[in-house]
């Protein structure tokens, strides 16, 4: 499918910046804190949910000080479209869970469908404590269950289709360093 580059440049152009690079640092310092005093003793495995998953999870385990194995899970329910589907799965996990503290890193919790589908398979795979951590809270009242929240939330957000950090527009621009969101129509 062919991209159309320009168009992909007049959003970057054209959104509202709703947090800076520096927003962001001082979320995930503060979400590091909250992190190295709860886990520091519990050998965890640290899951990025690829793709969004990847700056924000990169970016915070570097600031985590303790004994730790790291890797990653493949699950996509937006597939480079602007709303959410059906949660595929494109990688699971490498390592036994059995009797383990897992830690997931993501970028969002939006609905948060995709969250709990991964909470769920990693208790059922045997993890004794299953813990979350976003980077943002979408605000709005459609989520999975009634206050369904992360176990560490950077920030919150507001309900708008936002791009950068890990988070795509129709597959650009995670690389952008802040949270950005197209114009309201
Ligand atoms: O709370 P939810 O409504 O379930 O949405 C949150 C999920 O959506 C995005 O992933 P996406 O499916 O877009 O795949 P991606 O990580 O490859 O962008 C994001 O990275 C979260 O994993
Ligand atoms: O607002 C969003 N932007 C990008 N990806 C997303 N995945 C869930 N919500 C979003």
Request: charged share 25%.
């Amino acid at each position: 499918m062919s991209v159309d580059l320009d168009h992909i440049r007049q959003v970057k152009a054209e959104a509202d910046c709703l947090f800076t690079a520096a927003d962001i640092e001082a979320a995930m310092d503060r979400m590091a804190a909250e992190i190295n005093a709860t886990l520091a003793d519990s050998n965890p495995i640290v899951y990025s949910v690829m793709n969004g998953g990847l700056v924000i999870a990169g970016q915070l385990v570097t600031r985590l000080d303790f004994p730790m194995e790291v890797g990653y899970l493949h699950a996509t329910r937006y597939r480079n479209k602007l709303s959410g589907g059906e949660l595929f799965w494109k990688a699971r996990a490498e390592h036994s869970l059995v009797g383990r503290t897992v830690l997931i890193v993501d970028d969002i919790l939006d609905e948060g469908h995709t969250l709990a589908a991964i909470v769920e398979y990693c208790r059922d795979a045997g993890a004794s404590q299953v813990l979350t951590a976003v980077l943002l809270d979408k605000q709005h009242d459609r989520k999975a269950y009634a206050g369904m929240r992360a176990d560490f939330t950077g920030m919150p957000v507001v309900d708008r289709y936002i791009f950068g950090f890990g988070l795509d527009y129709k597959g650009y621009w995670r690389n952008a360093n802040g949270i950005f969101a197209i114009p309201e129509a």
